[in-house]
């Protein structure tokens, strides 16, 4: 193989990473906003969370964005977690395919160190930040999410949990990042290859 060839597959194959994992449609236009506005209305979202989404899509920057989950599991526990990973099979299943992905994922070790005016927030079972692409995206999963089975199961597992949107400041370990590396690795490694 030659090894211009290698070079161009290299970064052929991570443009079309980098296009899925970023995406090209930017911000969502205002028509789109009442569109999804009006699908949250017809799924029987009340009318304080159709609000708080309503700003939070238009105030769309473009960017990826985080969700931070805090979870309770109800008693007991263990039947709570299997339906709790149900849920998070098919959930992730529709956000892989809009490169959405668990970016950490980890059990509570404690109850809350610190609380401040939120004495009844503890007795957390674990917590989850998830990766979405756009906040399109988001629309889309909330979509096919809010009123179904899995959507069922997720509620049926949970005493209590929070979820609020977070774009990031400061990020470290980016898949964009991690996958570079991965395919200048593999390139430098077939380069060797054909040259010995």
């Not at 597959?9 to 930017?26: C, E």
């Not at 949250?40 to 769309?60: P, T």
């Not at 629309?139 to 049926?156: M, P, R, V, W, Y």
């Not at 949107?165 to 380069?191: C, D, E, F, K, Q």
Request: aromatic residues 12%; positive net charge; glycine residues 6%.
């Amino acid at each position: 193989m030659d090894i211009t060839l290698i070079w161009i597959v290299t970064v052929v194959l991570y443009a079309m990473f980098w296009l899925w994992y970023s995406g090209i449609k930017g911000k969502l236009s205002q028509a789109e906003v009442e569109y999804y506005m009006q699908q949250f209305e017809s799924k029987g979202i009340d009318a304080d969370k159709r609000a708080n989404l309503r700003y939070f899509l238009e105030k769309d920057d473009g960017r990826e964005w985080f969700m931070i989950n805090l979870l309770e599991l109800k008693p007991p526990k263990r039947d709570s977690a299997k339906l709790l990973q149900r849920y998070t099979k098919t959930f992730m299943a529709g956000m892989f395919k809009r490169a959405g992905h668990p970016f950490f994922v980890a059990i509570a070790a404690a109850k809350n160190i610190e609380n401040l005016n939120c004495d009844d927030s503890d007795n957390w079972s674990s917590t989850g930040i998830v990766r979405y692409r756009s906040r399109r995206d988001c629309a889309e999963t909330l979509l096919d999410t809010f009123g179904s089975d899995h959507h069922a199961d997720k509620l049926a597992s949970l005493t209590k949990t929070l979820a609020f949107p977070a774009t990031a400041n400061l990020l470290m370990g980016s898949p964009r990042v991690l996958v570079a590396m991965s395919l200048l690795l593999i390139g430098a490694m077939a380069t060797i290859f054909v040259m010995a």
